[in-house]
T-cell receptor, first 114, second 115 residues
Framework: GENVEQHPSTLSVQEGDSAVIKCTYS??????FPWYKQELGKRPQLIID?????GEKKDQRIAVTLNKTAKHFSLHITETQPEDSAVYFC?????????????FGKGTHLIIQP | EAGVAQSPRYKIIEKRQSVAFWCNPI?????LYWYQQILGQGPKLLIQ????????DSQLPKDRFSAERLKGVDSTLKIQPAKLEDSAVYLC?????????????FGPGTRLLVL
C-alpha cells in the first residue's frame, strides 16, 4: 500500500517569512495530493490540492509543487501570518475517476513566531 | 451548505466496554469514510463506503470494529470491546466526485478516551 513520509515534524518561522513542508510517497500510481490544515481540536480542512497532470498550483499565499519522477510534493506558504499556526498534513491517493481513501503523512506542526 | 456531522463529540469509557459513533455526511455525498487519528499522527483510513456498500475495509480491525451505512446516508462505527490503544479521534469524511475529481470533507470528530 501507499506510504507517505512528511518532514519536518515541527517548523518554526518568523512572521512574514516563508514556510516549506515536504512529503514523499511510495506508490507511483498515486495521482492526487491534497494538503489539510488542522487547528487544535478542530477538523482537518482542505487548503489546496494538486493532481498529477500538473507540476504546480498556487492559491494566494499558498502553493504546492509536485515532482512525479522523484515522488515528492511540497507545500509553500509565503508571508506567514499568526493564523497560519496549525498542524499541516499531506496526503496521497489514487483517483481513477472515482473516490478513494487518503493516506496521510504524520503532520507538521507549524509555529509562526511574532 | 451544512457540513459533516458527528456525535458524540467526546466519549470516555473503560476498556472492554462498547461504544458507537454516528456520522451524517453532507447531503448528496455518495462516499463516506471513517478515519482514526491517534494523538500526534495523521488520520488513518478504517473503512470506505460507496452508498451503502463497503469499498475498502482492509485496515479495519474486524475482530473488534464494525461499521454500517444503512440506506446509504448515515453511518455508525462500533468498537466492541474497546482497548486502551483505541483512544483516538474518530473522523468521518464524505465526498462527492465531480467530473472525475473527488474532494473529501471532514466532520469535527469524536474524541474517544479508553481508561
Amino acid at each position: 500500500g501507499e506510504n507517505v513520509e512528511q518532514h519536518p515534524s515541527t517548523l518554526s518561522v518568523q512572521e512574514g517569512d516563508s514556510a516549506v513542508i515536504k512529503c514523499t510517497y511510495s506508490d507511483s500510481a498515486s495521482n492526487y495530493f491534497p494538503w489539510y490544515k488542522q487547528e487544535l481540536g478542530k477538523r482537518p480542512q482542505l487548503i489546496i490540492d494538486i493532481r498529477s497532470n500538473v507540476g504546480e498550483k498556487k492559491d494566494q499565499r499558498i502553493a504546492v509543487t509536485l515532482n512525479k519522477t522523484a515522488k515528492h510534493f511540497s507545500l509553500h506558504i509565503t508571508e506567514t501570518q499568526p493564523e497560519d499556526s496549525a498542524v499541516y498534513f499531506c496526503a496521497a491517493s489514487y483517483s481513477g475517476g472515482g473516490a478513494d481513501g487518503l493516506t496521510f503523512g504524520k503532520g507538521t506542526h507549524l509555529i509562526i513566531q511574532p | 451548505e451544512a457540513g459533516v456531522a458527528q456525535s458524540p463529540r467526546y466519549k470516555i469509557i473503560e476498556k472492554r466496554q462498547s461504544v458507537a459513533f454516528w456520522c451524517n455526511p453532507i447531503s448528496g455525498h455518495a462516499t463516506l469514510y471513517w478515519y482514526q487519528q491517534i494523538l500526534g499522527q495523521g488520520p488513518k483510513l478504517l473503512i470506505q463506503f460507496q452508498n451503502n456498500g463497503v469499498v475498502d475495509d482492509s485496515q479495519l480491525p474486524k475482530d473488534r470494529f464494525s461499521a454500517e451505512r444503512l440506506k446509504g446516508v448515515d453511518s455508525t462505527l462500533k468498537i466492541q470491546p474497546a482497548k486502551l490503544e483505541d483512544s483516538a479521534v474518530y473522523l468521518c469524511a464524505s465526498s462527492l466526485v465531480v467530473r472525475g475529481r473527488e474532494t473529501q470533507y471532514f466532520g469535527p470528530g469524536t474524541r474517544l478516551l479508553v481508561l
